[in-house]
T-cell receptor, first 117, second 112 residues
Framework: GAVVSQHPSRVICKSGTSVKIECRSL??????MFWYRQFPKQSLMLMATSNEGSKATYEQGVEKDKFLINHASLTLSTLTVTSAHPEDSSFYIC?????????????FGPGTRLTVT | EDKVVQSPLSLVVHEGDTVTLNCSYE??????LLWYKQEKKAPTFLFMLTSSGIEKKSGRLSSILDKKELFSILNITATQTGDSAVYLC????????????FGQGTILTVHP
């Protein structure tokens, strides 16, 4: 169990457009989902934490108007990169946690590689 | 601010060698320390350590946590080329829904 999927796995978009990335927990209810960003040869940087039905909590320095997060159900969270610019090109990874019932362990999705041209 | 520091940042060994990866942490409301292996995609879970001094093992990999010294090590014995990856450790917070703070990672390269 504990499978997390992300879609799309890879996306190329033009500067100024918006891109939506989906994160789904396939076989458990994710009370909390996390969104990370990873630049080449760097570690994962937490962008935001989202709980189902409430507003996301963003880390310092992450623009909430640029990176819109919606956690509409216990199995789906979306990250929308609005008005994308080339510097937004990165690897975006989500993780899902089943909370206390599952020992707070985070299960990672396979990631989405975003390239903004 | 929470901080996790890994060393070395990179390591090159030959097959059969034993390696030790280090992770020190300063995490407010610390609950547990996690180790992940990352190849080309997202990290895969290796260990979660909550108690001090109890070694966790999985095949050739083992890990232990020292909560007094705020430190953990990951050992890999008889390394294989398939062990080449980035190894990440992360501190988990006891509140904030289990938020993880990741270290910068150790890039391990195992040559045949």
């Amino acid at each position: 169990g504990a499978v997390v999927s992300q879609h799309p796995s890879r996306v190329i978009c033009k500067s100024g457009t918006s891109v939506k990335i989906e994160c789904r927990s396939l076989d458990f209810q994710a009370t909390t989902m996390f969104w990370y960003r990873q630049f080449p040869k760097q570690s994962l940087m937490l962008m935001a934490t989202s709980n189902e039905g409430s507003k996301a909590t963003y880390e310092q320095g992450v623009e909430k108007d640029k990176f819109l997060i919606n956690h509409a159900s216990l199995t789906l969270s979306t990250l929308t990169v609005t008005s994308a610019h080339p510097e937004d090109s990165s690897f975006y990874i989500c993780s899902a946690s089943g909370g206390q019932l599952r020992g707070y362990e985070q299960y990672f999705g396979p990631g989405t590689r975003l390239t903004v041209t | 601010e929470d901080k996790v520091v890994q060393s070395p940042l990179s390591l090159v060994v030959h097959e059969g060698d034993t390696v030790t990866l280090n992770c020190s942490y300063e995490v407010t409301n610390f609950r547990s320390l996690l180790w992940y292996k990352q190849e080309k995609k997202a990290p895969t879970f290796l260990f979660m350590l909550t108690s001090s001094g109890i070694e966790k093992k999985s095949g050739r990999l083992s890990s232990i946590l020292d909560k007094k010294e705020l430190f953990s090590i990951l050992n890999i014995t008889a390394t294989q080329t398939g062990d080449s990856a980035v190894y990440l450790c992360a501190g988990a917070v006891g509140t904030s829904y289990g938020k993880l703070t990741f270290g910068q990672g150790t890039i391990l390269t195992v040559h045949p």
